[in-house]
């Protein structure tokens, strides 16, 4: 099977996509899906490592960078899919993301080569997310996201309180609740320095809604 997917960007210094999208496409390789990945490029950004580069193929697309608007877009990135859908002879377009240029890009395409498509939101289309800076949200849910959603053949949530707010969204789609997997590194026992020593481990970016307070406030409760 030939897959298509398409990230907004894999700069090391972004969040989880960065870094669950490359393990993805590596792991589906191995199972024997082509796999080419797409994703914009910033001039000297680095980009996060595969763990089987040789069996996925990346494909940069240079992008320029508007600050005010915190996102990226590139002229080219609708060209350059459209060529690799009728190139690569893609049966199934995996979009990482939402309310971006490149994902809605990589949603027309997928329509109009008539390919299905997946979405997976990575936490963008919560409730939370909808109503941080409403306007834009809003507006580009009218203008183009809300089609893009429904029109989707699957959305992949990766949790079921995520699925639960799709529907709350509007959604009447497919969904399918598929946990992150996560490579584990080799477990190595901790040195017990005293026992009143305890140690919590949060495992995120830091950001008031990954809710890295909360977990202050339940250390503080348990002390």
């Known amino acids: 099977m030939e897959t298509l997917a398409v990230v907004a960007g894999l ?31 910033r001039k000297g950004e680095e980009l996060s490592e595969f763990s089987s580069p040789d069996q996925v193929e990346l494909i940069t ?5 508007f600050p005010w608007l915190n996102l990226q877009w590139s002229p080219s990135i ?5 060529r690799l859908c009728v190139e690569k002879r893609v049966e199934i377009l995996h979009n990482h993301g939402a309310w971006l240029p490149v994902n809605h890009s990589a949603a027309e395409v997928a329509r109009r080569f008539k390919i299905p498509y997946i979405i997976t939101p990575h936490g963008m289309l919560t409730l ?30 990766t949790a079921q309180g995520e699925a639960d707010e799709l529907r709350q969204l509007g959604f009447r789609g497919q969904t399918a609740v598929i946990p992150n997997g996560l490579n584990l590194p080799d ?23 990954k809710g890295l307070l909360n977990l202050v406030e339940i250390g503080r409760a348990h002390v």
């Open 61 to 65: 697309v240079p992008a320029y960078q």
């Open 11 to 41: 700069s090391k210094l972004g969040g989880g996509t960065s870094y669950s999208v490359p393990s993805w496409s590596s792991v589906l390789a191995k199972q024997g899906i082509r796999r080419t990945l797409v994703t914009l490029r």
């Open 128 to 157: 939370w997310c909808f109503n941080n800076k409403p306007f834009r949200k809003r507006l580009a849910w009218w203008t183009y996201q809300k089609k893009d959603v429904a029109m989707a053949r699957v959305i992949h949530a």
């Open 187 to 209: 477990w190595r026992e901790r040195i017990q320095v005293t026992k009143e020593l305890k140690t919590a481990l949060f495992v995120s970016r830091i950001h008031f809604k």
């Open 78 to 82: 609708t060209r350059i899919l459209s």
